[in-house]
T-cell receptor, first 119, second 108 residues
């Protein structure tokens, strides 16, 4: 199994450009999420999805869009890149709600990240 | 919302024991999770406490006190490969929030 696959690994954008960060998982996980990681601030939730067709906002959703047309894919779109969006982006998935673990659930499985620089 | 506090850095020598504390404020608390992240890598799950008490997984143990909104991760018999960042996390309503992370540096 590949697990959670993110592409690209690195990206440089100019201010105002748009792009899509790709995320795919092959574990049949219902829950998928996007985090950004900045120095000294840990991981902050951008958007999440509890299943195909269902998305919701996390802690820092402004400037980002998501959609979930299939169970496997959860792309993150930057509509008009800004230098403040320079960060490392992680996609993560789990069977269900990752905050309450049980024998029917699983913790978050993270992709290897996308390092984005906006100039 | 949720807030979590953990120390920013801890340094210890090989073979030592390190305890990383985490205090949290949240509504609808279900449990406390811990994740490890090596430099340049992806976070990986270490442990979860849904009930008060100690959970042990090899050299690592995690503790939770719900009444004190407090938990800790205990790293025993430290090895060089344990040099990494460690994050506590809590969540409700499908939003899992992470602390800012504790960087553990293991010295020979």
């Amino acid at each position: 199994n590949a697990g959670v696959t993110q592409t690209p690994k690195f990206q440089v954008l100019k201010t105002g450009q748009s792009m899509t960060l790709q995320c795919a998982q092959d574990m049949n996980h219902e829950y998928m999420s996007w985090y950004r990681q900045d120095p000294g601030m840990g991981l902050r939730l951008i958007h999440y999805s509890v299943g195909a067709g269902i998305t919701d906002q996390g802690e820092v959703p402004n400037g980002y869009n998501v959609s979930r047309s299939t169970t496997e894919d959860f792309p993150l779109r930057l509509l008009s890149a800004a230098p403040s969006q320079t960060s490392v982006y992680f996609c993560a998935s789990s069977y269900s709600y990752p905050g309450r673990l049980s024998s029917y659930n699983s913790p978050l499985h993270f992709g290897n990240g996308t390092r984005l620089t906006v100039t | 919302g949720q807030s979590l506090e953990q120390p920013s850095e801890v340094t210890a020598v090989e073979g030592a024991i390190v305890q990383i504390n985490c205090t949290y404020q949240t509504s609808g608390f279900y449990g406390l999770s811990w994740y490890q992240q090596h430099d340049g890598g992806a976070p990986t799950f270490l442990s979860y406490n849904g009930l008060d008490g100690l959970e042990e997984t090899g050299r690592f143990s995690s503790f939770l006190s719900r009444s004190d909104s407090y938990g800790y991760l205990l790293l025993q018999e430290l090895q060089m490969k344990d040099s990494a960042s460690y994050f506590c996390a809590v969540g409700n309503d499908y939003k899992l929030s992470f602390g800012a992370g504790t960087t553990v540096t293991v010295r020979a």
